[in-house]
C-alpha cells in the first residue's frame, strides 16, 4: 500500500506529478478509497464539510482528479467521535 498524504489535496502540479510518480500510472488508470473521518478531528469539520469534498464542492480537490473509481469509507459513528459532531 502506497500512501500520499496532504493537509489541502491535490491543488497545483508538482503535488499531482507526486500522486502520479507515486502510482506509476495515470489517475484515469488507477482506484482511490476516500476516508473523510480524520476532517471531524478538526473543530471545523463536520459531516457537511465530507459531502463537499466527496462530491468535488470543496476547495481540497482530490475526488474529482478523474480516477478510474472511487470508493468512500465513511466512519462517523466512531466511538471516538462525540455525537455532538454528527448527530445534528
Not at 15 to 41: F, M, N, S, W
Request: include cysteine; glycine fraction near 12%.
Amino acid at each position: 500500500m502506497k500512501l500520499l498524504l496532504t493537509s489541502a489535496g491535490v491543488k497545483n502540479p508538482s503535488i499531482r506529478q507526486a500522486l502520479v510518480d507515486l502510482l506509476g500510472k495515470p489517475v484515469e488508470e488507477a482506484d482511490a478509497l476516500c476516508i473523510p473521518t480524520a476532517g471531524y478531528g478538526h473543530p471545523m469539520g463536520s459531516p457537511a464539510g465530507a459531502w463537499r469534498f466527496i462530491t468535488g464542492r470543496s476547495t481540497t480537490p482530490m475526488c474529482e482528479l478523474g480516477w478510474r473509481s472511487m470508493g468512500v469509507l465513511e466512519l462517523t459513528a466512531l466511538p471516538s467521535i462525540g455525537a455532538e459532531r454528527w448527530l445534528p
